[in-house]
C-alpha cells in the first residue's frame, strides 16, 4: 500500500516535467503571439491536473481494494479457519509404488 502511495507521487512528478516543463511553459525560441504565450499554459495546467487526478482515482482504488482483501484474507478468514483437514503431502516419485501396492492385498501381487 506504501509502495501505491510513492508511486504517486512519482508519477505526478513525472507528469509536471513531461506536460508542463515540456511543453507549456518550454520556450524553443519561436516567436509566439502574446495570445498563445498566455493561454498555453493555462491549457497544459488542465491537461497536467486531469492526468493526474485519473492517475490518483485509479491508483487510490487500488489502494483501497488491496486494503479490503487484505482485511478479509489475514483477519476475517482467521476467526473461521478451523485447520482441521489432511496434512499436505508433497509429491515425490519414490512414494508412487508404495502407493500402489497399499490397496492390493498379499494375493493380488
Do not use: C
Not at 489502494?63 to 485447520?83: D, P, T
Amino acid at each position: 500500500l506504501w509502495a501505491l502511495s510513492l508511486a504517486h507521487s512519482q508519477l505526478s512528478e513525472l507528469f509536471w516535467e513531461k506536460v508542463m516543463v515540456g511543453f507549456a511553459l518550454a520556450n524553443d525560441g519561436t516567436p509566439q503571439s502574446i495570445f498563445v504565450a498566455w493561454i498555453k499554459p493555462f491549457v497544459f495546467t488542465f491537461v497536467w491536473t486531469l492526468l493526474s487526478f485519473a492517475v490518483l482515482m485509479a491508483m487510490e482504488n487500488l489502494s483501497s481494494f488491496l486494503h479490503a482483501l487484505r482485511l478479509q484474507w489475514v483477519e476475517f478468514q482467521n476467526k473461521f479457519y478451523a485447520g482441521s483437514g489432511q496434512a499436505f503431502v508433497p509429491f515425490a516419485y519414490d512414494k508412487i509404488d508404495e502407493f500402489a501396492y497399499e490397496d492390493q492385498t498379499p494375493a493380488q501381487m
